[in-house]
């Protein structure tokens, strides 16, 4: 069983940074693929990123490629998402998810854990 809690999340001008916090519960946090997904008003979730146990691959969907990145830390048992250049269409709720597999995927469905959500609002 993981629990996952996002915080970082808060109101930033367009042109901005963020940095998106995800700890998890539990021992076998190394264990987890972790993902970010994101939710915005009247639109379905959406992969933004994920990584792999060792942090060795990374995947990004294409319109966060460049701006966003993904990392963690095993011995802080914490996921990370560095947003810069942040544009008013990154406005969501943004979720971590952690996955009992080392496959880097990017279907919602096959992520085990979510996170409660953490909002980000970009302003024009």
């Known amino acids: 069983q993981v629990q996952l809690v996002e915080s970082g999340g808060g109101l930033v001008q367009a042109g901005g940074s963020l940095k998106l916090s995800c700890a998890a519960s539990?021992?076998?946090?190394?264990?987890?693929?972790m993902g970010w997904f994101r939710q915005a008003p009247g639109k379905e979730r959406e992969f933004v990123a994920a990584?792999?146990?060792?942090?060795?691959?990374?995947d990004y969907t294409d319109s966060v490629k460049g701006r966003f990145t993904i990392s963690r830390d095993n011995a802080k048992n914490t996921a990370y998402l560095q947003m810069n250049s942040l544009k008013p269409e990154d406005t969501a709720i943004y979720y971590c998810?952690?996955?009992?597999?080392?496959?880097?995927?990017?279907?919602?469905?096959?992520?085990?854990?979510w996170g409660q959500g953490t909002q980000v609002t970009v302003s024009s």
């Open positions: 539990g021992r076998t946090f190394s264990s987890y693929v």
């Open positions: 998810a952690a996955r009992s597999n080392n496959v880097v995927v990017r279907s919602s469905g096959l992520y085990n854990y």
């Open positions: 990584i792999s146990w060792s942090g060795g691959t990374t």
